[in-house]
C-alpha cells in the first residue's frame, strides 16, 4: 500500500533531518506526477517524495550522477542538494534539490517547433557523448514489455486500431537491435518532464529512468510533444537510424498505453496526452 504524503509529513520530515530549513515557507506543488509528490521549499528549493515502490532509488541516483552530467548539458537539469532518510511513518528515501523554475512544456506551446526540436536533439547529443564508466544499466529491454503490451492493445481495441498498435509494436521488436557502444539516456524523455521559460525549452526534469545502453527509450519525446515537421527536424538532427527510430515508436507505444489504461479514466489530461502519445507513435 502506498504511503499517503501531506504537507505535515514532508514539513516533519524535513524539520527533522534538515533542521536548517526549518524556517523556510512550504507548500505543495499542483500536477507533480504519478511517480513524486513535490512540496516548495522556500524560493530556491524542491521536496521530492516517491508516491510508490516504483520511484524509489530515483533520489539516490540523482544525487549521485546529475551532479556530474550537468555540467555537459545544454538545458538545466535538477541539482540535488540532500538525500533524506525514511522516518515520520514514510517508508523510503526521498530528495531535496534546487528549484527549477518554469512550466510544464506543452505541446500547444512547442509541438509545432522546429526551434524546440533542434534543443531537444542537441540536449540528446550531449547526454550520449558524455562518459558512460560506472553507469547504472537502466530499465528493463523493450522485449521484457511484450506480453503487457499486446494485453493493452486488446485492452484499448474499442478505442484505437488495433491492427495498426499491433504493426508498430511489431516493427519495434523485429527491428534490430543497438550494436554500439552504451551511451547515456534519460529513460523517461516525454513533455511532462520539460519545463519552459521565457518561450523556449529550459529545463530536463525527473531521471529516474537514468541509465547507459539502447538510447532508442528517449524518442519518445519525438511523439509526445512533437509534430510530423519538428519529428523530423529532432531526427535529422539526432541523426537516428531506422532501427532505433523503430524501436523508439515501440518505446512509445508501449508507454503511452500504459499510461492511458492506468490513468486515463480517472485523469482527463492523461488522457488526452497519451490518446496523442498513442496515436502519433502510428502515424
Do not use: C
Not at 4 to 14: G, K, S
Not at 36 to 55: E, F, M, S, Y
Not at 186 to 192: A, I, M, P, V
Request: aromatic share 8%; charged share 20%; no cysteine.
Amino acid at each position: 500500500m502506498n504511503p499517503a504524503i501531506d504537507t505535515r509529513l514532508v514539513r516533519r520530515l524535513v524539520d527533522g533531518q534538515f533542521p536548517h530549513w526549518a524556517d523556510l515557507r512550504l507548500r505543495p506543488v499542483e500536477r507533480s506526477g504519478s511517480d513524486h509528490v513535490i512540496h516548495r521549499l522556500g524560493d530556491d528549493l524542491a521536496v521530492r517524495l516517491p508516491r510508490h515502490d516504483g520511484a524509489i532509488g530515483q533520489s539516490e541516483k540523482e544525487y549521485e550522477w546529475l551532479p556530474r552530467l550537468a555540467p555537459g548539458l545544454p538545458l538545466a537539469v535538477p541539482v540535488p542538494v540532500a538525500v533524506g532518510r525514511p522516518g515520520e511513518g514514510y517508508p523510503w528515501p526521498w530528495a531535496v534539490a534546487r528549484w527549477l523554475p518554469g512550466e510544464v512544456a506543452t505541446v500547444a506551446a512547442f509541438g509545432e517547433s522546429a526551434a524546440a526540436a533542434a534543443a531537444l536533439a542537441g540536449f540528446l547529443r550531449a547526454l550520449q557523448a558524455l562518459p558512460v564508466d560506472g553507469a547504472p544499466a537502466g530499465r528493463a529491454p523493450l522485449e521484457a514489455r511484450n506480453d503487457v503490451t499486446r494485453a493493452r492493445i486488446a485492452e484499448v481495441a474499442g478505442v484505437f486500431d488495433a491492427a495498426a498498435l499491433t504493426r508498430v509494436w511489431d516493427e519495434a521488436l523485429s527491428a534490430p537491435g543497438w550494436d554500439r557502444p552504451p551511451v547515456w539516456f534519460h529513460g523517461d524523455f516525454h513533455t511532462g518532464n520539460l519545463l519552459s521559460a521565457g518561450g523556449r525549452i529550459s529545463a530536463v526534469i525527473d531521471f529516474g529512468g537514468l541509465g547507459a545502453g539502447d538510447p532508442a527509450r528517449d524518442m519518445t519525446m519525438a511523439f509526445t510533444l512533437l509534430g510530423a515537421g519538428p519529428r523530423r527536424v529532432f531526427r535529422a538532427a539526432l541523426g537516428v537510424d531506422d532501427a532505433t527510430w523503430a524501436r523508439g515508436r515501440g518505446w512509445a507505444l508501449a508507454t503511452g498505453l500504459n499510461a492511458y489504461t492506468s490513468y486515463a479514466a480517472i485523469d482527463d489530461r492523461v488522457a488526452a496526452q497519451t490518446s496523442r502519445q498513442i496515436t502519433q507513435a502510428v502515424l
